[in-house]
């Protein structure tokens, strides 16, 4: 998501006491799924065993939802696609698509299947991108469709929440989307907006003038109603980014506004819960189990999905998201 360059994450601070109900007597499902990325981190060079056992992990949390961001990207070295799944057209480098169905149809759980990795959102207009992310769409539908957990397609690209009408004309959302609608209704579509904030490089590249919090809540909603009447995606995963500068008031504020104008189109409202938190806008780290807890506690109402797995609460790997996960555990689960 809005940074796939980033590595790890979770943050801020929860009051416990001021709960009534502790969270581990609560026995729900906070967060449902996540995303996970083939093309950064974690995931390299695993083979079809580790991802078994990451299924293993996500399932102790209940999780029934897994988006993945990316399923082909370039080769820094040759300059050639270079696809995780069973493509005819570029050179595969491992066949994780293939494994990770595997997994989730054992389970009944559905995946959404990302195009070509664009980090940057610089791609979105550009029409060899979009040709190349209907060629890997194409691919995907004839390799995959017999699988019941593929419940559709993700568009790697992020729109600009605070801009999203003027996002809305890009090619990537207004005739990406529309070409897989007409061509596969059957499959949902998933993009997920994030608010923009002053530390964001991208933002400053591209010389905006009107930051997130210049919006007012019944602003921001207007600006994603306006986009859901150019893009024809049937689920708005808002990025809650409380790694960049979103504070939990905000989130109170904002996210009911927004979720009611994409209810209001017909479509499904999800929150990406980011788990990480940053340092400077320079390092990222999962965060604090409290901050997440507030999260939660504000979005409780919404299907969550973790954003991301493999960075910020995987028990496979690093200490600091092993910790994280098994408090997150205890708290839930226990």
């Keep these: 998501m809005k940074f796939v360059k980033m590595i790890f994450g979770v943050a801020s601070a929860f009051l416990i006491g001021c709960c009534s109900v502790s969270c581990a007597e609560q026995k729900h499902t906070p967060i449902s799924g996540t995303f996970i990325s083939f093309t950064y981190g974690l995931h390299q060079n695993w083979d079809q065993a580790r991802w078994s056992k990451e299924f293993e992990a996500m399932e102790k949390l209940k999780f029934?939802?897994?988006?993945?961001?990316?399923?082909?990207?370039?080769?820094?070295?040759?300059?050639?696609?270079?696809?995780?799944?069973?493509?005819?057209?570029?050179?595969?480098?491992?066949?994780?698509?293939?494994?990770?169905?595997?997994?989730?149809?054992?389970?009944?759980?559905?995946?959404?299947?990302?195009?070509?990795?664009?980090?940057?959102?610089?791609?979105?207009?550009?029409?060899?991108?979009?040709?190349?992310?209907?060629?890997?769409?194409?691919?995907?539908?004839?390799?995959?469709?017999?699988?019941k957990s593929?419940?559709?397609f993700y568009i790697s690209t992020e729109p600009l929440l605070n801009e999203a009408d003027n996002a809305g004309e890009d090619v990537i959302y207004k005739v990406y989307v529309k070409y897989l609608k007409k061509k596969y209704p059957l499959k949902k579509v998933i993009v997920s907006p994030y608010f923009i904030t002053d530390a964001s490089a991208r933002c400053k590249k591209q010389g905006m003038k009107q930051w997130w919090h210049n919006r007012s809540p019944d602003e921001m909603a207007q600006q994603v109603s306006a986009f859901l009447k150019k893009c024809p995606v049937d689920i708005i995963a808002i990025q809650d980014s409380t790694c960049w500068d979103v504070t939990m008031a905000d989130l109170r504020t904002y996210l009911p506004k927004i979720a009611e104008s994409v209810r209001l189109a017909g479509k499904e409202f999800w929150v990406d819960m980011e788990v990480f938190d940053t340092r400077g806008h320079t390092l990222y780290e999962p965060a604090s189990i409290n901050r997440i807890m507030e999260q939660i506690e504000i979005e409780k109402e919404y299907k969550c999905v973790m954003y991301c797995f493999n960075w910020c609460m995987d028990p496979n790997g690093s200490e600091e998201t092993k910790t994280l996960y098994n408090q997150y555990y205890d708290a839930y689960f226990k």
Excluded: H, M
């Design 64 to 147: 029934d939802t897994l988006i993945v961001q990316a399923v082909a990207k370039r080769d820094p070295n040759s300059g050639k696609v270079i696809s995780y799944y069973r493509s005819k057209a570029f050179k595969i480098d491992r066949l994780y698509v293939d494994w990770i169905l595997s997994e989730a149809e054992k389970r009944g759980w559905k995946v959404y299947l990302g195009g070509f990795s664009d980090a940057t959102g610089e791609d979105a207009n550009k029409a060899k991108f979009v040709e190349l992310n209907k060629r890997i769409a194409n691919e995907l539908y004839s390799a995959y469709k017999s699988c």
């Design 150 to 152: 593929f419940a559709g």
